[in-house]
C-alpha cells in the first residue's frame, strides 16, 4: 500500500492547467502560478489553485490531493499549504468524501514518517463511542495514544512498543473517569541485562471487575475466555549446562474466585549433562505460595466444612521444596529403538497459618520405555509408584488436555503437586504423508490411583479411551478432529470437530466443541462455532456465531460488512456477546460449583463505524482477524 510519505520525496516540473499558467515574476528569485499541481513520479499530483516559489520553499493555496492510484472518492483540501525540505505543512485541512466534507484535520504535516489518523465511531450498549489515535515514534519505538469517549464518560488508551533487536517491551492501558475510576495495564517485556541475565516481565492489573461489567473486553487486549490476568516476573541466569531462575508469579481474577489462587515465590536451579549414554537433568525448586482469596470464601469452600465441595485442601500459606531428578537413554533394545525414561521426585510441604499446621512429605518415581518396531508406530509402558497425595495441595498444578501426546506423557499433570500415579501399556501411531496428518493411542492397560479427596479430578483420567487426532487438506479445505473417545461406555468424552474452505475470496468454518476444561474449575465446554466471510466485488460479508449446548444460547454474535471503492474502506459490525460472572459468590444461592458457570446473562451491544483512506490512513483490522477472535475461538 503506498503511503503519504511517499508523495513528496521526488518531484518533477510542474505541469500547468489547461488553459496555462499565468507567470508573474517580481523578481529573479521568486515565480507565482495560478493554477497548476506537482507531480511525483510514483503518485498522484498535489493540486492547487495558484502557488508562490521561493528557492527550495513553495507556497500553495487551494491545495487538494489523494495517495489513490486509481480514480479515488476522497480527497484532502486545505485553504494554505507549505511545501519545504520534503515536508508538506497544511493549514485548516479537511476530508472530502464524495466532495462532502466529514471531518476537520486542523493542521497537519506531513513527512516521511507521518500518517494521519482518522476518529472511530461506535455505539455499546446504546451509547455513542468516539476515538482518536494520535502517533508517533522511531526506528526502534513507537507509541499510541487514543482519547475516548465512551457511555457518557472520557478515556484514555495508551500502547507503547520498543525493540532493538535484544530488548523488548510492550505497554498497553487504559482507564477512564466513571464511578469507579476504572483503569487496567498489561507489560511484556524482555530485557538482557548481560549475555546470560535476562528479566523477564508479563505483569497486568486491573482496578476491578466493574471495569469488564461496564465496557466489556472493549479495551482489554486479552483472550476473553481467560480466567485472569498474568503478574509475573522472572530474572534468568545462563551458566554453561546450569540455569537459575528468581521469580514471582500470580495473577489477578477476571470473575469468581478459584480455589488455586496464589502468589508464588520462588527460586529454581536446573542442570543438565551427560552420563555415559544417558541425558540427566536436575531440578530443585524452593517455592512459597500465598493465597490471595478472603478468609471468608476459604471457611466456605475448605473441605471438611460442611457443604464444601472441593476435590482438595485448601491453604493460605505453603512452602514447598520440590527435588526431581530425570534419567534418559535413547538406544536399540533387541534390534528395536528404545528410549527408557526415570523420573525421581522427592517434595516436601510445611503449611504454616493454619490451625492444624503441618509438614507433609511425598517422594515418587516413575519409568517410561517406548518401543519403536516402525517409523509411525511405538509400543511402551508407564509404571509409577502410587502414592497417597490427596492430602497435598493443589498450588500451581491442573491436568493436561486430552490427546494421543499427553496419554504417553510421563505426566498427565501441568505442574509439581501430583505426581502422575499411572501405570500403562500403550499403543501410539502417527502418520503424515498426502495431505493426512493423523495419530491415535490408547491403553492396553491401565490403572490409576486416586484417593477419595481426587474424586472430583477422576474425569481427567477416564479409563478405555482411544485418544486421537486428524488432519486432512483437499484443495481449499480442511477437516480436522481431536478428542477422547470412550469405547467401554460407547461416549465421547472430549471431542473437536471442524471443517474449513478458504480462498482468495471466501472464508468458511464451523466447529463442534466438547471438551473437559483444563482450567479448573471452569465447567466443560460444549458448543459450536462459526465462522464466515464472503468478498464481492466492491464489499465483503462476515459473522461470527457461538452457541452453547449446555445453556441453549447463542452466546455471541457479531455481523457486518465491509464496503470498498475508490481507495475508501468503510465497515459496519454489530456484536452482541456474553461475558462471564463479575460477581462475588453468594452462597444462599448454592455452592461454589453451582455458581461456576460459563457465561453471564449480561450482554454486551456494539455498533462499531469504521472506515479507511486507502494509502493514507492506518489499516483497518483485517476481517479474518475480527471473526477468528471470538469469545470461546
Not at 531462575?245 to 536451579?269: A, C, D, M, Q, W
Not at 457443604?307 to 514447598?320: H, S, T
Request: hydrophobic share 35%; net charge negative.
Amino acid at each position: 500500500m503506498h503511503k503519504v510519505k511517499k508523495l513528496f520525496l521526488f518531484l518533477i516540473p510542474i505541469i500547468y492547467g489547461e488553459l496555462g499558467a499565468a507567470c508573474v515574476s517580481n523578481d529573479h528569485n521568486k515565480v507565482l502560478i495560478e493554477e497548476g499541481s506537482l507531480i511525483n513520479k510514483d503518485q498522484p499530483e498535489i493540486k492547487f489553485k495558484s502557488a508562490v516559489f521561493e528557492l527550495d520553499k513553495y507556497l500553495l493555496e487551494g491545495v487538494t490531493f489523494n495517495t489513490c492510484e486509481d480514480d479515488s472518492s476522497w480527497e484532502i483540501a486545505a485553504d494554505k499549504a507549505v511545501l519545504e525540505d520534503d515536508v508538506l505543512s497544511i493549514s485548516n485541512a479537511k476530508v472530502k468524501l464524495y466532495n462532502i466534507p466529514i471531518f476537520w484535520l486542523g493542521n497537519i504535516s506531513l513527512d516521511k514518517d507521518k500518517e494521519i489518523n482518522i476518529p472511530n465511531f461506535g455505539i455499546t450498549d446504546s451509547n455513542f463511542d468516539f476515538s482518536y489515535k494520535f502517533e508517533g515514534g522511531n526506528e526502534n519505538a513507537m507509541f499510541t495514544l487514543e482519547p475516548i469517549y465512551t457511555k457518557s464518560k472520557f478515556g484514555v488508551s495508551l500502547k507503547a512498543k520498543f525493540d532493538d533487536g535484544m530488548n523488548k517491551t510492550s505497554f498497553q492501558s487504559f482507564a477512564i473517569d466513571d464511578n469507579e475510576s476504572s483503569w487496567v495495564f498489561k507489560i511484556n517485556s524482555l530485557v538482557k541485562i548481560t549475555e546470560d541475565l535476562e528479566l523477564t516481565v508479563d505483569y497486568a492489573d486491573l482496578s476491578g471487575n466493574s471495569l469488564i461489567e461496564n465496557y466489556g473486553y472493549k479495551f482489554l487486549d486479552i483472550n476473553r475466555r481467560t480466567l485472569d490476568l498474568e503478574k509475573n516476573l522472572k530474572l534468568s541466569w545462563h551458566l554453561n549446562n546450569r540455569l537459575i531462575l528468581i521469580g514471582k508469579e500470580s495473577f489477578e481474577n477476571l470473575n469468581l474466585p478459584r480455589p488455586v489462587t496464589h502468589t508464588k515465590n520462588f527460586i529454581k536451579y536446573s542442570s543438565f549433562y551427560n552420563l555415559d549414554n544417558w541425558k540427566v537433568r536436575r531440578i530443585t525448586e524452593v517455592s512459597n505460595f500465598k493465597i490471595k482469596n478472603n478468609v471468608t470464601l476459604l471457611k466456605k469452600i475448605s473441605p471438611p466444612n460442611e457443604g464444601a465441595d472441593f476435590p482438595y485442601f485448601v491453604y493460605q500459606d505453603v512452602e514447598r521444596k520440590n527435588r526431581r531428578i530425570s534419567f534418559s537413554n535413547n538406544s536399540l533394545f533387541t534390534g528395536l529403538n528404545s528410549k527408557l525414561d526415570v523420573e525421581i521426585f522427592w517434595k516436601e510441604y510445611k503449611i504454616k497459618n493454619q490451625i492444624d499446621s503441618k509438614n507433609i512429605s511425598h517422594g515418587a518415581f516413575q519409568i517410561r520405555q517406548i518401543f519403536k518396531p516402525t517409523f509411525n508406530l511405538s509400543l511402551g509402558y508407564i509404571w509409577s509408584s502410587f502414592k497417597d497425595d490427596g492430602e497435598i495441595p493443589l498450588l500451581d498444578s491442573f491436568p493436561k488436555s486430552q490427546n494421543p501426546e499427553n496419554n504417553i506423557s510421563m505426566s498427565p499433570w501441568y505442574g509439581d503437586d501430583r505426581s502422575g500415579n499411572q501405570r500403562k501399556v500403550f499403543i501410539y501411531y502417527t502418520y503424515n504423508f498426502g495431505g493426512i496428518d493423523f495419530s491415535v493411542s490408547t491403553n492396553l492397560y491401565e490403572d490409576y490411583f486416586f484417593s477419595n479427596l481426587n474424586s472430583e479430578l477422576q474425569k481427567y483420567f477416564e479409563k478405555d479411551p482411544i485418544f486421537y487426532s486428524f488432519k486432512k487438506s483437499f484443495g481449499d479445505s480442511e477437516i480436522s478432529a481431536e478428542g477422547n473417545y470412550n469405547y467401554k461406555d460407547n461416549s465421547m468424552t472430549s471431542s473437536t470437530f471442524e471443517f474449513q474452505n478458504t480462498n482468495e475470496s471466501r472464508e468458511f468454518s464451523i466447529s463442534k466443541k466438547k471438551y473437559l476444561n483444563t482450567s479448573f474449575p471452569l465447567n466443560d465446554l460444549d458448543n459450536y462455532v462459526l465462522k464466515f466471510s464472503q468478498r464481492f466485488d466492491y464489499f465483503t460479508i462476515f459473522a461470527r456465531t457461538q452457541y452453547s449446548v449446555e445453556n441453549k444460547s447463542v452466546n455471541e454474535n457479531i455481523v457486518g460488512a465491509e464496503w470498498y471503492k475508490d481507495c475508501f474502506k468503510f465497515r459496519l459490525a454489530f456484536e452482541r456477546a456474553r461475558f462471564f460472572p463479575f460477581t462475588e459468590a453468594d452462597y444462599s444461592k448454592g455452592n461454589y460449583f453451582d455458581q461456576i458457570y460459563l457465561t453471564n446473562p449480561i450482554l454486551k451491544n456494539n455498533l462499531s463505524f469504521e472506515f479507511e483512506l486507502i494509502g493514507l490512513t492506518n489499516p483497518l483490522k483485517p476481517i479474518n482477524t475480527l471473526i477468528q477472535n471470538g469469545l470461546f475461538n
